[in-house]
């Protein structure tokens, strides 16, 4: 089955207005939170004017029994609160995390997008910003304004000093984010780029190591990661030295409001009770202010991700519903496909026009850097066409689901792709996922991997077709990932067939089981491309394309192909002679 298709409002924005009814309900709590903050004040309160003036014990009983009430009430809130912004977290996770994974797995080379290997990475900085102590703090933060007019109500001159206490830790917090611009900025701009090199380098190591290139590696990461690592001291620093002064501010402005009130009771403007009550009511005043200055490095890069996340949904837009066509049978048509290297700077492909009938093999040779595997890319889906058009049975493959489309097509890369699963789930592209019946389903995975010749070698793996794989196909060599990956292109029995080197890896036996797969293939109706790396795969094809500089330079049956390319006054390099391999390369 196709998985669902991203609605035109998946955007994060709107994907927050979906969870509204959960901030709301965060915001009432915050409402109820900090009122009953009041009730220690309140407390205080009263026993300085009622309890120590009366002497009424049975008055202290009962305040202790409200405030034991109102604290546990306050607790559980507190705890409400975090609990409901965790499901708005979850909530907003599960309504955009696939339409995120599935921009990731779209490549498109005339809209590149934003960092997107680090989309679910900044979704779940987003949304841990959205759970934790800093969105707390933004909740709380309204709040502060209403422990002001409390201030007022016990006198103005603590009112006005509580609110210009506020103002300047609000200042503090503005001060804060201008200084610490630069340091966040490279640090966004920075640290996905170590990161992914870092991954990089890991997945040589066995090449670094063999040509002694690890210590140079590591050199060259340390000299990466220093400017991250000054990047994120300066942050820290910067971070710790607000958050310190900010503290010492809110600190002294408390005090000063205690001696304000100290002051204001010896002048019996207000009493006792009042002047302990106002010290504690402007430090809720004065908290969530500062929390802000100390989650602000947080926040800033919860408001960073939150504006990747927003531009690679942006540059995603959604797939428009497409009427389903019938089932081809294997016609191709490539009309003047045109494509640019992913720099953008210098053609791949340019104005590229040949055609396959059904049941016809068409080998592909040329030089490296031909456009070969850029080639292969598009006829097979993986990328689309910048220029020109691709057509199956005359139908534009851009007018087809994706994924109905690919159960058309049979595609081998040029670097095989495994994933991480059973050798069985790879072969069937994970279609046991979708829930089809595990008995037919078994019944075409053998059938494909007898069409590869890969079936006696998988039944004398450890566990055969249930052995698991590491990540990149890890735990089998070149040549049982490729022939695992024919078997995959050669799944369900597809119409098209497009062959990126496949036999790069391959022994006299799988080269062997190879042709044969493409005869089979042929027999059935099936349209095959092949990227040819040695010369025994073209002698099954139908017909030679010869690809220079991204253009067809020869096209043809392959015998008289052959015959131009040696011929008298033949270009060298164009077609490969007797022992020699075709250029690899895109």
Request: glycine share 10%.
């Amino acid at each position: 089955m196709v998985g669902p298709r991203p609605k035109s409002d998946d955007t994060l924005r709107q994907m927050l207005l979906a969870c509204r009814e959960h901030l709301g309900w965060a915001f009432a709590f915050s409402a109820l939170v900090n009122l009953l903050y009041l009730a220690p004040s309140l407390f205080m309160l009263q026993i300085y004017d009622r309890v120590l003036t009366s002497g009424g014990l049975m008055t202290l009983t009962f305040l202790c029994i409200v405030l034991t009430a109102s604290l546990g009430t306050l607790a559980w809130l507190d705890s409400v609160r975090g609990r409901v912004l965790a499901r708005a977290g979850l909530r907003l996770d599960k309504r955009i995390s696939t339409t995120l994974q599935r921009a990731a797995l779209t490549p498109d080379p005339r809209n590149p997008r934003p960092r997107t290997r680090e989309a679910l990475r900044d979704l779940d900085t987003v949304r841990q910003t959205l759970v934790g102590a800093p969105a707390q703090s933004v909740f709380d933060a309204p709040w502060a304004i209403f422990f002001v007019l409390v201030c007022f109500g016990m006198h103005w001159a603590i009112g006005t000093f509580v609110f210009f206490g506020c103002l300047a830790l609000a200042a503090a917090a503005w001060l804060n984010e201008r200084a610490q611009q630069r340091s966040m900025k490279r640090i966004t701009e920075q640290a996905p780029i170590v990161y992914a090199a870092q991954d990089s380098d890991a997945a040589g190591a066995e090449a670094a190591r063999a040509l002694g290139m690890r210590e140079a590696l590591v050199q060259r990461s340390e000299s990466r990661r220093r400017s991250l690592l000054d990047a994120q001291a300066e942050s820290a620093f910067i971070q710790s030295d607000y958050g310190a002064g900010t503290k010492f501010v809110r600190l002294m402005l408390q005090s000063a409001v205690l001696a304000i009130g100290a002051v204001l009771a010896v002048q019996q403007q207000i009493s006792p009770g009042a002047m302990i009550a106002g010290s504690i009511i402007s430090a809720r005043a004065f908290a969530p202010l500062e929390q802000i200055v100390g989650s602000w490095r947080a926040l800033v890069q919860g408001v960073a991700s939150w504006r990747n996340v927003e531009a690679i949904l942006a540059a995603s837009p959604p797939e428009r519903a497409r009427m389903s066509l019938p089932t081809p049978a294997g016609r191709l048509s490539v009309e003047r496909v045109s494509m640019t290297t992913p720099d953008g700077k210098r053609p791949a492909l340019q104005g590229v026009s040949f055609e396959i009938a059904p049941g016809e093999i068409v080998g592909v040779v040329g030089p490296s850097g031909a456009g070969k595997t850029t080639l292969a890319r598009v006829v097979a889906g993986a990328l689309p066409a910048q220029g020109g058009v691709v057509r199956l049975d005359s139908a534009n493959i851009a007018d087809w689901e994706s994924e109905l489309l690919a159960r058309h097509v049979g595609y081998l890369p040029q670097d095989v792709s495994l994933f991480d699963g059973t050798i069985a789930e790879n072969i069937s592209r994970f279609s046991g996922l979708s829930g089809e019946p595990s008995e037919k389903l078994s019944e075409e995975i053998v059938a494909a991997a007898r069409q590869a010749g890969a079936h006696d070698m998988i039944l004398h793996l450890p566990d055969g077709y249930d052995t698991v794989l590491g990540p990149r196909g890890a735990g089998l060599s070149a040549g049982q990932a490729q022939r695992i990956a024919l078997a995959r292109a050669l799944f369900r029995a597809p119409v098209l067939i497009v062959l990126d080197e496949p036999n790069a890896h391959l022994d006299a036996d799988g080269e062997t089981a190879l042709v044969t797969a493409l005869r089979q293939a042929k027999a059935r109706g099936a349209a095959s491309l092949v990227i040819a790396h040695r010369l025994g795969v073209l002698g099954v094809a139908d017909k030679v394309l010869v690809l220079r500089d991204g253009r067809v330079a020869e096209f043809g049956p392959r015998a008289d192909i052959m015959a131009k390319m040696r011929g008298p006054g033949a270009s060298s390099g164009a077609l490969p002679g007797p022992g020699q391999t075709p250029g690899a390369g895109a």
